[in-house]
Antibody, heavy 124, light 106 residues
Framework: EVQLGESGAEVVQPGGSLRLSCAAS????????GHWVRQVPGKGLIWVSH????????EYGDSVAGRFTVSRDIAQDTVVLQMNSLTTEDTGVYYC?????????????????WGQGILVIVSS | IVMTQSPATLSVSPGERVTLSCRAS??????LAWYHQRPGQPPRLLVY???TRATVAPARFSGRGSETEFTLTISSLQSDDIGTFFC?????????FGQGTTLDIK
């Protein structure tokens, strides 16, 4: 498991897996929606996934659906992204981000706090 | 929805007024946010709902617009404002961002 806020980059082979945690970000996710956003140089920011306050609702971008799983870690008051079947297209800096909506069903969809990010490189 | 920002880069003197543009490919019902990203840092929220300034955003930042045309204005550029500014629509999933306008100080 990789904590956002750790220095350096994570290198994974194509087809591999990685688990990202936002626990070290200093952001409290308790009662709020959590999102993951990827940044790729030249392609800007790409929304990846979100999870609602109680973990019962998750959604994914088309490029990661079926391979990534977002969840909440209630004990650590954070959000986690499990990434499987990684491809070179998944390379980028991954940020966790908080959405201040406390609704179970409706996020605000703008992000008031962001973690420091972790560079994930998928390469053989 | 495609978000297009202009200009791509801008070089401005301290104290100058700066206006950045963001265009949506369809009406987004004012569901637009702006973020500022300094080099090596995560983005930071400046404005949401087109014109509501975030609590941590300085008063020199203001947003306006409607339908498909939006602007972010910096009333008096400070050296802290270098970096890239992104707009983001959240009217329709997926919540697309613009490619950014990179600002540097003359």
């Amino acid at each position: 498991e990789v904590q956002l806020g750790e220095s350096g980059a994570e290198v994974v082979q194509p087809g591999g897996s990685l688990r990202l945690s936002c626990a070290a970000s200093g952001i409290s996710f308790g009662g709020y929606w959590g999102h993951w956003v990827r940044q790729v140089p030249g392609k800007g920011l790409i929304w990846v996934s979100h999870v609602n306050p109680d973990g019962s609702i998750t959604e994914y971008g088309d490029s990661v659906a079926g391979r990534f799983t977002v969840s909440r870690d209630i004990a650590q008051d954070t959000v986690v992204l499990q990434m499987n079947s990684l491809t070179t297209e998944d390379t980028g800096v991954y940020y966790c981000a908080r959405d201040r909506s406390t609704s179970t069903f409706v996020p605000f969809r703008w992000f008031d706090s962001w973690g420091q990010g972790i560079l994930v490189i998928v390469s053989s | 929805i495609v978000m297009t920002q202009s200009p791509a880069t801008l070089s401005v003197s301290p104290g100058e007024r700066v206006t950045l543009s963001c265009r949506a490919s369809q009406d987004i019902d004012k569901k637009l946010a702006w973020y500022h990203q300094r080099p090596g840092q995560p983005p930071r929220l400046l404005v949401y709902a087109t014109s509501t300034r975030a609590t941590v955003a300085p008063a020199r930042f203001s947003g306006r617009g409607s339908e498909t045309e939006f602007t972010l204005t910096i009333s008096s550029l400070q050296s802290d404002d270098i970096g890239t500014f992104f707009c983001q629509q959240y009217q329709t999933w997926p919540y697309n961002f613009g490619q950014g306008t990179t600002l540097d100080i003359k």
